[in-house]
Nanobody
Framework: QGQLVESGGGSVQSGGSLRLSCAAS??????MGWFRQAPGKDREGVAA???????TYTDSVKGRFTLSQDNNRQTLYLQMNDLKPEDTAMYYC?????????????????????WGQGTQVTVSS
């Protein structure tokens, strides 16, 4: 099926911005999202796009993060503004179908079928 390849992570100070990208050239018909996992914590959903291209965000990032996709649905972006130390985590791109495309909420991990290797985001205070 191919790979999901994340990029754009890095180290920034609190209040800074980063833009994550996920190359997904073989996943144009799938629904996609971003998850993150901090050390010692479970992987949590950050943002997801449903079958109609509408994004849903977890409460802690609403108003700061923006999920988008290019017109060909080959690249998924996560624009992260006003970053906080608690945003520090490994960020993962995921692709799925079926229930992963339902609107109104971020699907659970098990609803995604394919995952990237992750890109590290570190925010210092």
């Amino acid at each position: 099926q191919g790979q999901l390849v994340e990029s754009g992570g890095g180290s920034v100070q609190s209040g800074g911005s980063l833009r994550l990208s996920c190359a997904a050239s073989r996943y144009g018909s799938y629904c996609m999202g971003w998850f993150r996992q901090a050390p010692g914590k479970d992987r949590e959903g950050v943002a997801a796009m449903d079958r109609d291209g509408v994004a849903t965000y977890t409460d802690s990032v609403k108003g700061r993060f923006t999920l988008s996709q290019d017109n060909n649905r080959q690249t998924l972006y996560l624009q992260m503004n006003d970053l906080k130390p608690e945003d520090t985590a490994m960020y993962y791109c995921a692709a799925g179908f079926g229930t992963a495309c339902y609107p109104g909420s971020i699907p659970e991990r098990y609803e995604y079928n394919y995952w990237g290797q992750g890109t590290q985001v570190t925010v210092s205070s």
